[in-house]
């Protein structure tokens, strides 16, 4: 398999600051995408915070390890520098008044040859459009998830709900934070998208879905969905973060190779 890797932030047309944060190790195939909260500054102290550490971590570790590393291994890792960060981020916030109640959300993956193992807190998500079906792969930590869940509102419901934003669980907000991780098979032509809320709030699956089966490049869509978000209102900031799944070029015919495909 070979990545491509794209992201891009914005931030939006109701915000003076971008409370988002993504980073990419193309090298080890780690990308991050926080959503930061809090007063000041604070929100996006959280996320950098968040991203900086978790990504530096994760592709040091993986370094060191190589190919060799199990999936259980990479999860445990993933978990290990999750709880690092959120401690750092939580002593950060209860040692300076300014950052007090500062958190952020998460979505960390960790692509592999054989799969992703991805992690996640709060309500940034990441889909994926395989064979032009666009699929939400992480399930949202929100209030509103759960009332969801409970059946007392329908999806239908839930776009126009104004408790979109109350999530149930962050990073940074408390000693010890849950992490979801989960493992998923990957294949050629696979097109994960990560996403903070600031565009989920503002252009539905379907439209998203329209945007990413366009098929205009990974900057291009990654623009396109930003451009969305904004036309929708860009009532928040907004982050994209686009990896493509391709076939390797030793496994590629002999022609293909040599036509440049």
Known sequence: MIYKFCAKTDTGRARDNNEDSVAIDEGTRVAVLADGMGGYNAGEIASGMATAFIKSEMSRWLVEVGSVARSREVRRAMEICVDSANLSIFNAANSNSQYAGMGTTLVVATFRDDGLVLGHIGDSRCYRLR????????????????????????????????????????????????LDVNEHAVEVGDVYMMCS?????????????????????????AQALIDAANEH??????SVLMVEVGEAIEKRGLIARLLGK
């Open 233 to 238: 209102g860009g009532r928040d900031n907004i």
């Open 197 to 221: 809320d600031g565009l989920s709030d503002m252009v539905n699956d379907a439209g998203i879905a329209k945007i990413m089966t366009a098929g205009t490049g990974l900057e291009q869509t």
């Open 131 to 178: 064979a032009g079906v666009l699929q939400q792969i992480t399930r949202d930590h929100s209030l509103l998830q759960e009332q969801m869940d409970a059946g007392l509102i329908t999806p239908e419901q839930a776009e126009h709900s104004t408790i979109k934003n109350l999530v149930t669980r962050a990073l940074g907000v408390e000693e010890v934070v849950q």
